[in-house]
């Protein structure tokens, strides 16, 4: 069965809207310094969650349990197939 692509483009983006930088206030905007500290920039990732911040604060810490939580697999495991993953999926981890 052949897929059908909308976009050929390697680099094809969705358009959604954001909140720009500037224009951000309260936790989006604790949001975005924090990220701007970590990251030298507010990345495209978090851009894409602001309109709902307080659902982007829930996956940030859903993420962060996954990550630092005792389980069967080490820290450095857990980094590894999430870099793999995101290499995979042409995303910057």
């Known amino acids: 069965m052949e897929r059908l692509t909308l976009y050929k483009e390697e ?12 224009d951000a206030d309260g936790l989006l905007a604790e949001i975005y310094e924090e990220t701007r500290a970590k990251a030298g920039r507010v990345v ?3 851009k894409v ?12 810490k859903l993420y962060r ?15 590894l197939i999430a870099t793999v993953v995101s290499k995979l999926n042409g995303c910057f981890y």
Do not use: C, F, Y
């Not at 969650?49 to 940030?60: D, V």
């Open 11 to 22: 680099n094809a983006m969705s358009w959604i809207r954001t909140i720009a930088e500037e």
């Open 44 to 46: 495209n990732l978090v």
């Open 49 to 60: 969650q602001s309109l709902r911040p307080e659902t982007m604060a829930i996956g940030k």
């Open 65 to 79: 349990h996954m990550m630092d939580s005792p389980g069967g697999l080490s820290k450095l495991q857990r980094v």
